[in-house]
């Protein structure tokens, strides 16, 4: 299995520009997760999907959007990056469970640069 | 916002040692992970514990929860080089199990 992917690894852009980060997981997870981290900070949350077909905002959703069209897929989307946009994009995905939770499996990232 | 936050920012120490990180959050919560990340790298899950739980252990990690206190410690006994790397504690509550992270603790063991 190779659990959780991303593409691209890496990517530079203009202000204004657009671009879609792919993710894609093999474990059959119910929930994917966009996250953004910057430097000497923890991640937060972008936006989210609980099944295929649905999403809904994180914590950071402005300037996002995402797709889930099929169940392993995840897309996010950049429709004119702005250079407060430039950092590392990780995607993670989680299998249904009750309130008790269970763990995220992330992705590599993708270190977005935005000039 | 972060509800996490971590202490300390960063903690070096020497192989064979311990290394002690703790983490404080705000609201209630359904659980409370640990995770590791190398430099560059992606996250790795390291410890889930359950808001019911008060300690579990995995290997050479312990980790404690204080619901009261609204408190983590996580523990990592007989460090080794390949410790080094940074720790976030993230916490959980609600639906779609998202959760909000620390701003981490970054752990240098030296040789």
């Known amino acids: 299995n190779a659990g959780v992917t991303q593409t691209p690894k890496f990517r530079v852009l203009k202000t204004g520009q657009s671009m879609t980060l792919l993710c894609a997981q093999d474990m059959n997870h119910e929930y994917m997760y966009w996250y953004r981290q910057d430097p000497g900070m923890g991640l937060r949350l972008i936006h989210y999907s609980v099944g295929e077909g649905t999403t809904a905002k994180g914590e950071v959703p402005d300037g996002y959007n995402v797709s889930r069209l099929k169940k392993q897929n995840f897309l996010l989307g950049l429709e004119s990056a702005a250079p407060s946009q430039t950092s590392v994009y990780f995607c993670?995905?989680?299998?249904?469970?009750?309130?008790?939770?269970?763990?995220?499996?992330f992705g590599p990232g993708t270190r977005l640069t935005v000039l | 916002s972060q509800q996490g936050e971590e202490d300390p920012q960063a903690l070096s120490i020497q192989e064979g040692e311990n290394a002690t990180m703790n983490c404080s959050y705000k609201t209630s919560i359904n659980n409370l992970q640990w995770y590791r990340q190398n430099s560059g790298r992606g996250l790795v899950h390291l410890i889930l514990?359950?808001?019911?739980?008060r300690e579990k252990h995995s290997g050479r990690l312990r980790v404690t929860l204080d619901t009261s206190k609204k408190s983590s410690s996580l523990l990592i006994t007989a460090s080794r080089a390949a410790d080094t790397a940074s720790y976030f504690c993230?916490?959980?509550?609600?639906?779609?199990?998202?959760?909000?992270f620390g701003q981490g603790t970054r752990l240098t063991i030296n040789p």
């Open positions: 993230a916490t959980s509550r609600g639906g779609a199990q998202k959760l909000v």
């Open positions: 993670a995905s989680s299998s249904y469970r009750d309130r008790g939770g269970h763990e995220q499996f």
């Open positions: 514990i359950r808001s019911n739980e």
